[in-house]
């Protein structure tokens, strides 16, 4: 069985940094895209940003500049590096995969990590 499990949220004041993971494991084959959504209570789940298996990273505007998403194929990880907190970015980050695995071609979701940054 596949599964995604975050860690690296919690408390920090605005201005502060975090550094979230992801590790995917299980029988994987190989993992496509990979990314991180956050959802407050209330609204829709929201893309922060996702990478590609080569690299290829994308944003939403309101992180782009302070957040960076990167990831290790070789131990099947994902991470966010969030720089210059503000306290608009406190929700539950959820990490998301596109994974090939003995249940053939699907989407994952992590069980998400909550950030909150105070002001």
């Known amino acids: 069985q596949v599964q995604l499990v975050e860690s690296g949220g919690g408390l920090v004041q605005a201005g502060g940094s975090l550094r979230l993971s992801c590790l995917a494991s299980g029988r994987i084959f190989t993992i496509n895209d990979m990314a991180w959504y956050r959802q407050t209570p209330g609204k829709q789940r929201e893309l922060v940003a996702s990478?590609?298996?080569?690299?290829?990273?994308n944003y939403a505007d309101s992180v782009k500049g302070r957040f960076t998403i990167s990831r290790d194929n070789v131990k099947n990880t994902v991470y966010l590096e969030m720089n210059s907190l503000k306290p608009e970015d406190t929700a539950v980050h959820y990490c998301n995969a596109e994974i090939y695995s003995d249940w053939g071609l699907r989407a994952y979701w992590g069980q998400g990590t909550r950030v909150s940054v105070s002001s």
């Open positions: 990478i590609t298996r080569d690299g290829n990273t």
